[in-house]
């Protein structure tokens, strides 16, 4: 039986749940101790950026010539770049931006996918086949050089917005193909006839009655999507074509070290370093949610 | 099959189409335009702006432009740079090798480490060299491709010179060792995520066709054992990665343009970057439309090794 059917009788995510179901998705996701070592990990690093100015008391972008390119030390725990700023504070403070374009793209793109996956999914018929032909168009698209093409014509204003915008428009794809096939097989089910027998509307069928049911395959692609934002803003960044470099984001901090690399390694490796405990933190994370909530692999 | 073929292929050259129409607009209603590095030249009078917009094309809408240019296309034609001003065609004859080099070499790395170590997970599942490897796996998807071409560069070739950091040759050396010093890290950048993601696939999928009856037949009749898993397992167990494959060519042209920029290797990948920078749209659409015709041509050959492989499978 696939997760659909485990959790058909799921109230939503957010009422009080009676221990049941979420309950004992979390009893399996605990049987995972890769996970938990995700979970304490993404809440180290999470911990790290949004208590930044408490951690340290520099500021990312205080220039200080005079201690330029320093070797870690007390004051200095990951040294200084080529300006005299402190990479640690950069390293905590990049993270803010790289963890929030990471999180709002996926909102974006999710967003896009369940709301296009759902209508697909539930209504069929014509609007079903312009939906996922719409979707084949857009993964004909060779996302990373459409991507430079309109991060070059838009850099400059709004930059995080655009960047986020445009990971979210590529993003949902996957996911509204992944919530169409739930919605196929969810919209047959008693507890819809039941919805539609007593008068809900099509709107309140597809996000008050079917959307709670299908919660389990969208949060694990939530997971993955965050870490796939994460990696294609820090790519766009060292490609030049990225966030600006004044905005310290983990990428940024990585492009600007290069140069100083073989005198200065610490300078790439911290920022790199904490880019993969993210995403690998946040793929342990989705990999057992995958198991905890019964979710059947692609 | 042949219409089956016929048919996608036609589907294909009207994406084609498509993507590039889509593309030509938004890169040419972009504000700016290549004439812009011109404006702030003191030396570059206005007539002589008005001039070269004309030579160029550029006075006329940007759908006239896509007609030419896509007249030309199919004619062989891809226009001149704007930039250097000479043909495209021939500034990708030159960088097309070097990419194709490296996206083999990837390919060819990927696939004999991909598949040793696959069989190697399935038939010792969950044994410590099994959770090793899934766990390097995570590692090889998180890590941001160019972090670890950096320490690549890093631990192999300044800490330790072993290996040439960046180039393809040395100046004047065109011999076969040296090449293959050039090729090995970007090779292995390149090729990490396919390691990663066809060993796991073959894996699961070397699991599933375990459990089948036919192998338990196969096991029970006597033959050995390397014989049911080259005969009987293997062969079934390489379907889904075959469609992988397909999928991975236009990644590993996409993730060129990353490999290239880190090792200074003379591609196409760097050649679309400058075309970026200078707003060189003829060669923006060309390596738009390369890589869209890999995409549609990747998933194509998927479906057709999917056919070829699985007998259940027919198109018509």
Redesign the interface.
């Known amino acids: 039986m696939d997760g659909g059917t485990l959790l058909s009788h799921a109230p939503a995510p957010a009422s009080r749940a009676p221990a049941g179901l979420w309950g004992m998705a979390w009893l399996r996701f605990r049987r995972h101790r890769?996970a938990l070592v995700g979970v304490a990990a993404l809440g180290a690093v999470v911990a790290g950026v949004v208590l930044a100015p408490v951690l340290t008391s520099y500021s990312p972008t205080a220039v200080d010539p005079d201690h330029s390119l320093a070797s870690p030390s007390r004051q200095h725990p990951l040294g200084t770049d080529d300006l005299g700023r402190d990479e640690f504070a950069r390293v905590l403070y990049g993270g803010r931006i790289s963890l929030l374009v990471g999180v709002t793209a996926m909102l974006l793109g999710s967003a896009i996918g369940v709301v296009l996956g759902s209508i697909a999914g539930y209504m069929g018929g014509w609007i079903d086949t312009l939906v996922m032909r719409l979707v084949d168009?857009v993964?004909?698209?060779?996302?990373?050089?459409?991507l430079?093409?309109?991060l070059?014509?838009t850099g400059g204003r709004a930059p995080v917005l655009m960047m986020v915008g445009y990971l979210g428009l590529f993003g949902w794809t996957g996911l509204a193909r992944i919530v169409r096939a739930e919605y196929l097989s969810l919209r047959g089910r008693e507890f819809v006839e039941e919805a539609r027998a007593v008068g809900a509307g099509t709107r309140r069928i597809i996000f008050r009655h079917i959307l709670p049911n299908a919660m389990a395959p969208i949060l694990v692609q939530a997971a993955f999507a965050v870490?796939a934002a994460m990696?294609a803003e820090?790519?766009l960044d060292?490609?030049?074509?990225g966030l600006p470099p004044e905005i310290p984001t983990w990428?940024n901090l990585?492009i600007q070290a290069?140069t100083y690399?073989?005198s200065n390694?610490i300078l790439?490796?911290a920022p790199?370093a904490v880019?993969?405990l993210t995403?690998?933190a946040v793929?342990?994370i989705g990999?057992a949610l995958r198991d905890a909530l019964d979710v059947r692999?692609r | 099959m042949g219409a089956y073929i016929a048919r996608r292929a036609i589907q294909g050259g009207a994406?084609l189409v498509?993507?590039s129409l889509?593309?030509y607009g938004?890169?040419n209603?972009?504000?700016g335009g290549p004439l812009a590095v011109y404006l702030h030249n003191p030396q570059v009078t206005p007539d002589k702006i008005e001039l070269l917009r004309h030579q160029l094309g550029l006075d006329q809408p940007w759908y006239a432009r896509y007609l030419a240019w896509l007249g030309g296309l199919v004619q062989g034609h891809w226009g001149y740079s704007y930039y250097t001003g000479r043909s495209v065609l021939e500034m990708i004859g030159e960088r097309l090798p070097a990419t194709f080099l490296l996206m083999l070499s990837a390919f060819v790395l990927a696939l004999s480490l991909s598949f040793p170590l696959g069989v190697y997970a399935a038939t010792h599942k969950y044994s410590w060299g099994d959770n090793l490897l899934s766990?390097g796996s995570?590692?090889a998807?998180?890590?941001?491709?160019?972090?670890f071409g950096?320490?690549l560069?890093?631990t192999l070739a300044?800490r330790v010179p072993l290996l040439p950091v960046a180039g393809m040759h040395e100046i004047g050396v065109t011999t076969l060792p040296d090449l293959l010093r050039h090729l090995a890290m970007p090779a292995l950048v390149l090729g990490l995520g396919s390691i990663a993601s066809w060993s796991r696939y073959l894996r699961?999928s070397m699991l599933d066709v375990l459990g089948q009856d036919y192998v338990r037949t196969a096991r029970a009749k006597g033959l050995p054992r390397h014989r049911v898993l080259n005969g009987h397992v293997l062969r079934n167990s390489l379907i889904p990665i075959v469609t992988l494959m397909g999928l991975d060519l236009?990644a590993l042209?996409?993730g060129a343009?990353?490999t290239e920029?880190i090792f200074g290797w003379p591609g196409m990948g760097r050649l679309?970057?400058s075309a970026?920078?200078n707003r060189d749209y003829p060669l923006?659409m060309a390596?738009?439309m390369i890589?869209?015709a890999?995409?549609?041509a990747g998933n194509l050959l998927a479906d057709l090794a999917y056919a070829a492989l699985d007998p259940r499978i027919r198109y018509t």
């Open positions: 890769m168009l993964l004909c698209f060779p996302a990373i050089f459409l430079l093409i309109l070059n014509w870490a990696l820090a790519a060292f490609l030049g074509f990428g990585m290069e690399m073989s390694p790439v490796i790199g880019v993969t995403v690998v793929f342990f990999d692999t | 994406l498509f993507v889509v593309s938004i890169m209603l972009a504000p766990f995570f590692f998807w998180a890590m941001p491709t160019f972090w950096l320490m560069q890093l300044v699961s236009p042209f996409g343009v990353i920029s679309f970057l970026l920078n923006q390596g738009l890589s869209a890999l995409l549609i």
